[in-house]
């Protein structure tokens, strides 16, 4: 149901929610009696159901990855760019399934989502998730809609990290794994930036130990902060000089003065992190890095990548941009070489992008290109 | 006075304070009546007082640069590895100038000096300064001492662009500058964690509108915040990871467990940020940011840096560390470009050294014995 004014886009889409009533025991030791995720679809499945892709969000994401949910939408979907008929992940093609993960703060059972037992809040109660508690959900999520094996398994980010696990952990589930500007792990800096965050989310009065549904408050001013750090590291120097260089919002730069004058950047971080605090919950902010920094993904095989890989029996693609430095294309080369001496089907290409981090979400051509080029070669009934 | 323990030392050093009482007209106009400076110097000013040297500090230091004030001192000063007999900066050649800026809070006059109209603190009433402002204050405090001509200005940092200012203000006054780690202006990038430290201050309940001392408060979280940022960017990504790795401090990343792991680098960056807030000023912070960010050398040079470094006659030395991403080589490149096209006589090295940004303050081989064979050639009575 594409819209009339953009055959290349899904069109209207509508959210779905799936209730899961059989308790999931999650890496921490805790069980979650039950849950419900929210996801959207497009395309169609097929017969064989064979053409089915998974695209896993990354850290602030959610399920809305494509279309408008409704005329009126003035944004489309987070991924519209790249999701689509026409686009690398083609819906005429293939049946793509984006979900809101656990412990998210969009439909998906999270921190914010009552708890049964107390018919209050989770907040900071809400168990603390893995990467591999997502990948079991996001498994039963295909057992409900009837798919056995993704012809892909896709990710950017931390989105990468769950394909990654996905193709150790249902190695017979997935035919491809695509890798996008992701690791294998964090780096000290990473893990820097992420403590920053949570640091300014908790040190906010109006976090309340997490209890901030209860108390009616929300920490606005942590949540912003933990946002405009993130967003720094989303972006490259270079695309920041593009985008903003020394360019004023307002006053004059001259010598005297008394009134501080603002920097373009500075007004578009303070609009980012004000928007953010706006939209998302801080427990799950917090849920959600924590995963991240306790993502190791060769830790249970002896700290060896080649050995971790060797669990998984799909083909990769892996894909890096230039100038992301929060996941620099080092990171992407050691998956890439871990896949071959653990002699596993590997494409790589590192893109030049100004655009950091974020190349991920940006139509860059030679990145769709290639990204179209590998799914064209995915063969479906 | 050197300690029996380090011959290399300058010894115990006791700062002095200059009190001056011709109004200061500062940058953005307004006046100060009177002002205090502390300062401390190393060495002896010989006769013909053409041996002095002035070191300018960085963001969030301060006078004392080398030396101990007691011998129960634990910590020497901060640029000890570089100020002291035989050291770069020779004690036994140079008579050495360190003192705390205008608008600091380590002894000179500052936002949490009194206010002599109101008997209060200044607090953010305190007029905004400019690096400019600075390095007037300095000539002040030169004479006062005596020194119409500096042997050198040197700074890193920060401290660079107060010595590259110097050059062109004051040109008959210096004959090296000495530039190290610094940038002609900030990138967007810069100013971007600019405004996060800023945020992060402003937004701590306890700021109170910048009057927290007048409320008996410390806004320590804010303060804690900004720390841990900028202490990111002055190291590496490999620095940390040689540093820290994904050490654990406590528990365990095994894949069980409810409670949070910390890893070491979020113990340290918690300890630097709390150590910080317990000695520095926040609106102290918040000055020094800003002549930061407003910092553009060429600016009243029709944006041309040849038409700025062609006001200066001094002899430049410029360094840059090889993994700075907070003013990395091309920042040091673009100083030494333009001092080329304004054919002034600059030697530059980039040093490789894994440290980012603090490698000026480390005693990595390469820099110290550059730093030193310039130095040594400073022709001295």
Known sequence: MALASDARSVGLVTPQTAHFDEP???????????????????GKLNAAKDNAILVCHALSGHHHAAGRHSVDDRKAGWWDECIGPGKPIDTERFFVVSLNNLGGCHGSTGPASTNPATGQPWGPEFPPLRVRDWVHSQARLADALGIDCWAAVIGGSLGGMQAMRWALLYPRRLRHCIVIAAAMKLSAQNLAFNEVARQAIQSDPDFEDGHYLHAGKVPARGLA???????????SDDAMAS???????SGSLDIGGDEPVEFQVQSYLRYQGSRFSDSFDANTYILMTQALDYFDLAREYGDDPVAAFEAACCRFL????????RFPPA?????????????????????????????????????????RAYLQQVAVS
Not at 26 to 38: F, N, Q
Not at 225 to 235: D, K, P, Q, S
Not at 318 to 325: E, G, I, K, N, Q
Request: some cysteine; glycine content about 4%.
């Open 331 to 371: 990171r992407s080369r050691e998956i890439v070489d871990a896949l071959i001496a653990a002699r596993r089907e590997v494409s790589y290409a590192e893109i030049e992008a100004n655009e950091g981090h974020d190349a991920f979400l940006m139509p860059i051509p030679r990145y769709l290109a290639l990204f």
């Open 225 to 235: 902060l933990a946002r405009m750090v993130g967003h720094i590291t989303y972006l």
């Open 24 to 42: 999931l025991t999650l890496a921490c030791g805790r069980v979650l009696p039950t849950y419900e995720l929210i996801y959207e679809t497009y």
């Open 318 to 325: 892996v894909l890096s941009f230039s100038t992301d430095w």
């Open 243 to 249: 985008k903003f260089g020394r360019e004023l919002r």
